[in-house]
């Protein structure tokens, strides 16, 4: 039986639970399609990292880290990629992070075995996913920052008949996890009773510091936030609790976690790609400018209106580049002011331009923040001197749950 004319371009597979799906037969043949096309000939917006970028910030952070006894444990959710994850990992890492349990799902099925989540999972549901990892992968580890939340925990592990690897979350700010006080003491004991959980320590993010404009006031100012945390790891490991992993810090503050005593890794995330976020922070050498790490991922774009003085119209506007403030750099250009807030399109004004644009030129754009632009895009080109030599699938893209 021939098939249905509109299903003729598609090739059929089989999905979750067995349910036909089609997929685009020139899906199939995309990702060899552009091996070895120039990224300036990529069909746009097109995300992009390049290559030899992106391993020399590995390596960095694995030189920065080496005599500091302190290891890094990067966060997952800002690439979603397992192939990326396999390269930290290969480049010196115990582990990766994970927010969600749909992104560890993701990261666990694409070959990933050492993930620590960093959300506690609240709901039945999740926390019965979040178990079904765990019986797969012995090196899955889960955050808990409520009392309530830890009973579930072991009674799910026993119901799925493990003994579940456990966190306790202790807040820096208000956003997450158990106030640093005699309450995250109480909670990380009562983990250590029940008997189907083990815990392996705590884990203390501060989001809010790793923005903090100029690297004195970083320090000073992630340090004093930071000491509640510093003294409820005293109090666990004063009480005879397991305190092997005690983890947070971030890109911003990746060389100021390492003077935190008893600190055991860092959940590092936008040093393998940066963006303007992280650029305008300033650094130990350069207060002005972010340069520890390099920028890998651009968004490739294309001009396609120059009719008005002094504006271009490209096709990367909020649906590619996610932010607007900062605005996206144009590599290249100094004098370039990029609006993306239209959905489709992103808006230019300059007063000077390094050349004249015409309809159907490329732009390189550096990305308002690295991790919701990545989320946007099913797959990433890997360039190596501008020429596309792998393409990796984002299998955690769109994973939020």
């Known amino acids: 039986m021939s098939l249905p004319l509109s299903r003729r371009n598609f090739l059929q597979t089989a999905g979750a639970g067995g349910i036909t799906m089609w997929i685009p037969k020139q899906a199939h043949a995309a990702e060899e399609s552009v091996i070895g096309m120039s990224k300036w000939d990529l069909d746009t917006p097109a995300l992009c990292v390049d290559l030899d970028k992106l391993e020399r910030n590995i390596a960095t952070m694995r030189k920065k880290l080496a005599a500091t006894g302190i290891a890094s444990r990067p966060h997952a959710k800002t690439h979603k990629c397992p192939a990326i994850a396999r390269l930290q990992l290969a480049g010196g890492s115990i582990g990766v992070c994970t927010a969600k349990v749909s992104e560890a799902e993701a990261l666990f099925a694409g070959g990933i075995e050492p993930i620590l989540m ?15 990892i765990r019986k797969a992968n012995r090196q899955f580890i889960q955050a808990v920052d ?8 072991s009674d799910a592990a026993k119901e799925a008949g493990v003994v579940a690897d456990v966190v306790v ?21 009562l983990v250590d009773k029940l008997p189907n959980l083990k815990l392996r320590g705590m884990i203390s993010y501060d989001g809010g510091a790793q923005h903090i404009k100029g690297f004195r006031k970083r320090l000073d100012e992630s340090l004093k936030r930071y000491e509640p945390s510093m003294q409820t790891f005293e109090a666990m490991k ?9 983890s947070g810090g971030g890109t911003g503050t990746y060389n100021i976690m390492t003077k935190v005593p008893g600190f055991t890794d860092l959940q590092v995330g936008s040093y393998i790609f940066m963006d303007c976020q992280y ?4 650094g130990e050498d350069n207060e002005q400018q972010y340069t520890d790490f ?6 490739m774009s294309t001009v396609l209106n ?16 996610t932010l607007n403030k900062p605005g996206p750099i144009v ?32 732009l390189e754009l550096i990305v308002p923040h690295c991790d919701p632009a990545v989320n946007e895009y099913d797959q990433i080109c890997g360039t190596r001197q501008d020429r596309v030599e792998v393409v990796w699938p984002i299998s955690a893209r769109g994973h939020s749950q």
């Not at 409520?146 to 925990?153: C, G, I, S, V, W």
């Open 118 to 132: 960093t959300t506690a999972n609240v709901t039945p549901n999740k926390i019965r996913r979040a178990m079904k």
């Open 146 to 153: 409520y009392p309530q939340n830890a009973r579930d925990l």
């Open 169 to 189: 979350d202790v807040a820096v700010g208000t956003r997450s996890g158990v106030p640093p006080d005699e309450r995250a003491l109480a909670l990380a004991q």
């Open 238 to 246: 004063r009480s005879g609790l397991n305190t092997e992993i005690f």
């Open 279 to 282: 650029l305008e922070i300033g």
């Open 294 to 299: 390099e920028p890998s991922l651009t968004v």
């Open 306 to 321: 120059a009719y008005f003085p002094k504006r271009l119209t490209t096709d990367a506007g909020a649906k590619a580049l």
């Open 331 to 362: 590599i290249g250009e100094n004098g370039f002011t990029y609006n993306a807030g239209s959905d489709e399109f992103g808006a230019i004004q300059y007063e000077t331009a390094n050349k004249e644009y015409k309809v159907g030129d490329r």
